[in-house]
């Protein structure tokens, strides 16, 4: 069992950074793939990023390559989503979520895990 907390949400202006992160319990974390999804209103939850047990292995949308990079310290059981260059299109909640194989997918129905979410704004 898993339980993931986001934080690191916030209102910005267009061009800005912000820096997700999700703290997760337990002491298997390094033996999770973890993922970014997130889901703006009236829209369906869509992947971000997606990142393997050690961190040596990312995956990312083409919306955001480039942008946003996600890693992990599996010492501190969290894993982190920089988001730079920031556009209004890029606002929802954005979830972090967890699977136990070492493979990531882009479908969120194969992750086990999900936090509550955090929410991201970003005004132009």
Known sequence: ???LVESGGG????????????AASGRTFSSYTMAWFRQAPGKEREFVAHISWSGDSTYY???VKGRFTISRDNAKNTVYLQMNSLKPED??????????PNVGTTRAGSYDYWGQGTQVTVSS
């Open 1 to 3: 069992q898993v339980q």
């Open 11 to 22: 209102l910005v202006q267009a061009g800005d950074s912000l820096r997700l992160s999700c």
């Open 61 to 63: 949308a083409d919306s």
């Open 91 to 100: 606002t929802a909640v954005y979830y972090c979520t967890a699977r136990r």
